[in-house]
């Protein structure tokens, strides 16, 4: 795999942490829900076979806990690299850096990122393409910045590698 492919796998890996976080998050949420509201068994008075079901609160507990300590570990991850990245998009021209730091570390539109690069200009939305496959361009041309910083640092590209595989194998 070149260097340019491990940054751009490091930078697309780190915004996905966001929307694992997110999904996690919500898993947590719904299963804490369900357990709140566990349907309570029928008091009829009428004889019933005894349930084989195991303790279904217990159950829930446990899932809980293995996604509490799943989330934690995924937000320190998270957290650790998204210094990593605004430690390097500082290293960037100013362009480059908005370009990294929007797309990647707030997860912004490729016409958010636009807008914010070249919406000031009087014709931002008469040539709007125009400007979008510029904002395209910085945002290659930041990745091949990195990479450079990458290329010239082993340690450094080694780390991005190891998050990458982190989270695979989370």
């Given at each position: 795999?070149?260097s340019?492919?491990?940054?751009?796998?490091?930078?697309?890996?780190?915004?996905?942490?966001?929307?694992?976080?997110?999904?996690?998050?919500?898993?947590?949420?719904?299963?804490?829900d369900?357990?709140?509201?566990?349907?309570?068994?029928?008091?009829?008075?009428?004889?019933?076979?005894?349930?084989?079901?195991?303790?279904?609160?217990?159950?829930?507990l446990?899932?809980?806990?293995?996604?509490?300590?799943?989330?934690?570990?995924i937000?320190?991850?998270?957290?650790?690299?998204?210094?990593?990245?605004?430690?390097?998009?500082?290293?960037?021209?100013?362009?480059q850096?908005?370009?990294?730091?929007?797309?990647?570390?707030d997860?912004?539109?490729?016409?958010?990122?636009?807008?914010?690069?070249?919406?000031?200009?009087?014709?931002?939305y008469?040539?709007?393409?125009?400007?979008?496959?510029?904002?395209?361009?910085?945002?290659?041309?930041?990745?091949?910045?990195?990479?450079r910083?990458?290329?010239?640092?082993?340690?450094?590209?080694?780390?991005?590698?190891?998050?990458?595989?982190?989270?695979?194998?989370?």
């Amino acid at each position: 795999m070149s260097s340019t492919d491990i940054v751009t796998q490091w930078l697309e890996a780190y915004r996905n942490t966001e929307r694992e976080i997110e999904n996690q998050s919500e898993r947590v949420r719904v299963l804490s829900d369900r357990m709140e509201s566990v349907s309570s068994p029928s008091l009829n008075g009428m004889p019933r076979a005894p349930s084989a079901d195991p303790d279904k609160i217990g159950i829930m507990l446990s899932k809980e806990d293995g996604l509490l300590s799943y989330l934690r570990d995924i937000q320190a991850l998270h957290e650790e690299h998204k210094h990593n990245i605004e430690y390097i998009a500082s290293k960037l021209e100013p362009d480059q850096r908005l370009v990294i730091q929007m797309r990647y570390i707030d997860g912004a539109t490729p016409t958010e990122t636009t807008e914010a690069l070249y919406g000031r200009i009087d014709d931002f939305y008469i040539n709007f393409s125009v400007y979008q496959r510029k904002m395209y361009r910085k945002r290659k041309s930041a990745v091949k910045a990195i990479t450079r910083l990458a290329d010239g640092n082993p340690s450094l590209l080694r780390h991005m590698e190891t998050f990458c595989e982190k989270l695979l194998y989370a």
